[in-house]
């Protein structure tokens, strides 16, 4: 089995949080005049924003190539969350620079986040960009476009209070016809002091639910078997029927608008079949009222992305969490209460953050012993410009000093990940199956309830069915078994 176990392991979990892998649009071929090419870096809010942008310029005559070289719009959703993910893409401008030297007539645009942060900026720094536009500028793009082609540079950063794209139904760019993300809000009202998003992304807004369960019920009849709802802080969805106006919801109270426990009530209700997923929940604004939705619905799958950042007060007050380590474990024991020992969970964690001790340190890796997560996101602190901590507190944990502490972190998840797998041999999963393994067409792979990975032969099997899978071996990234329906 050791190596099978060994050719098979090469999955890791979805990503769902910010990572400095990419995503490139896929070919669509309906005869439209003009190739656009996306290239999707960050979260997976960002991923779903390049399928808005594709949905957007497929009406203005757009199909979506895989081939940079095939496309006359070439765009870059980016990132700004950590300087490596900014410096990715400036490799990558400097890339694309060398073709079109060759082609240049290709109109280069850069999307998103870093687009937000260096406006202007871009267009005389990167002098190949001809166009910029920011996460709430993406209807504006045909008119850019227009404006580019009249051989202007073109440029729109507004950040809006109102727009989700609510109306907008997402062409899938990556998509295996089973699992799908679905934005249910935008921007972020929270001030992590490390963090630029509130910057990049502007002011919390959540969409209106009807939008969301149309959404959803749209993809389950059309196949798909999964749906993950994603914004930087779900648990702080709220949607009033008459005005989604803040100052409103918070005179009327809490009976007169949707919260999003209400929310994945309703989205349960589409199918049993299709499973609900939903990430970012932040620790302090979970409630005990989600968990116990979670709990009434078997197809709410039961993992949690709660991120923790520092398993230390003093720090987690320097990053403005709002939260102290004892509340957090204390969330911990209520999530582990209602939803039981086999929950998922998962966290992101930041090494050496602004004058964070040696001792602080140690407490991360003690509350990492305490909840023994599933599976971890993990990064030293990288400073950015213009945040509450550029601006409060000197970056002056050394980079060695940095990696050495990441690394210590890295390697207690790793061996947590394996026990916590370990737990999951000899047991029966329920799985849905997501494609084939990534190795060989013999296997399959699919995912439990806690979003672990499962392989498993193929047999007679497929996509988009539900199995129940034994599992007999696993490795700290994968669990393997056999089909016993
Ligand atoms: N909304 C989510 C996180 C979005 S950003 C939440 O509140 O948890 C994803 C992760 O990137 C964060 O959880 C954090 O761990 C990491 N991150 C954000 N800013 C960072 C920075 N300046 N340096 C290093 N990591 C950072
Ligand atoms: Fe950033 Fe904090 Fe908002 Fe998450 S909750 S996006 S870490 S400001
Ligand atoms: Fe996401 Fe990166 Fe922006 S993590 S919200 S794309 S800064």
């Known amino acids: 089995m050791k190596n099978l176990i060994e050719d098979l392991d090469v999955i890791t979990p979805r990503e769902t949080e910010a990572c400095e892998t990419f995503q490139v649009s896929k070919d669509q071929n309906t005869g439209k005049a003009r190739k656009l090419y996306i290239e999707s870096y960050g979260c997976q809010m960002n991923y779903s924003d390049s399928e808005i942008v594709a949905s957007i310029l497929q009406k203005e005559g757009f199909d979506t190539t895989s081939d940079i070289l095939q496309a006359d719009v070439v765009f870059l959703n980016t990132c700004s969350i950590r300087e490596k ?15 079109k030297k060759h082609k240049p007539e290709m109109l280069v645009g850069v999307l998103g986040c870093m687009a937000e942060r260096l406006k202007a900026k871009f267009l005389e720094e990167e002098k190949i960009v001809d166009l910029v536009a920011g996460p709430d500028a993406y209807r504006d793009l045909p008119a850019l476009i227009g404006q580019v082609d009249e051989g202007e540079k073109a440029i729109n950063t507004f950040l809006s209070r109102e727009e989700t794209y609510a109306d907008i139904s997402p062409v899938r ?151 102290s380590r004892e509340w957090y474990l204390e969330k911990v024991s209520s999530i582990r209460r209602i939803l039981g020992e086999d929950c998922g969970l998962s966290s992101d964690m930041i090494a050496g953050f602004c004058s964070e001790t040696e ?39 050394p980079l060695a000093v940095k990696t050495r502490r990441l690394n210590e972190i890295i390697v207690k998840q790793r061996a947590h990940s394996l026990q916590r797998n370990l737990r999951d041999v000899g047991k029966v999963h329920k799985v849905l199956i997501e494609g084939f393994s990534k190795k060989s067409e013999d296997f399959l792979h699919g995912r439990n309830t806690a979003n672990k990975v499962i392989v498993f032969p193929r047999e007679q099997y497929q996509k988009g069915q539900y199995v129940q899978v034994l599992v007999d071996e696993c490795t700290g990234g994968t669990l393997i078994g056999r089909a016993v329906q």
């Open 85 to 99: 993910a900014e410096q990715t893409v400036r490799h990558r401008l400097n890339h694309i620079n060398g073709l």
């Open 173 to 323: 760019l990556n998509s295996n016809g089973v699992t799908a993300f679905v934005s249910i809000m935008r921007g972020c009202d929270n001030m992590c002091s490390f963090c630029v998003v509130p910057f990049t992304r502007g002011r919390e807004r959540s969409r209106d639910p009807q939008s969301i369960l149309a959404e959803a019920q749209d993809l389950f009849d059309r196949g798909y078997r999964e749906v993950t709802l994603l914004g930087q802080n779900v648990d702080s969805y709220k949607w009033s029927p008459e005005n989604n106006n803040k100052a409103w919801i918070e005179k009327r109270g809490a009976n007169d608008v949707i919260t999003f426990a209400d929310l994945l009530d309703r989205v349960a209700q589409v199918s049993p079949d299709l499973r609900i997923r939903f990430s970012t929940s932040h620790p302090k604004d979970i409630t005990d009222d989600v968990l116990h939705t979670m709990a009434r619905h078997e197809n709410i799958c039961k993992n949690i992305h709660l991120p923790i950042q520092s398993g230390n007060t003093r720090v987690l007050d320097l990053m403005h969490r709002d939260y």
């Open 359 to 397: 001792e602080e340190h140690q407490d991360t890796l003690t509350l990492m012993d305490a909840v023994q997560y599933d599976f971890a996101y993990m990064f030293y602190y990288s400073e950015r410009p213009g945040t509450p901590a550029a601006k409060k507190y000197p970056d002056d944990i």
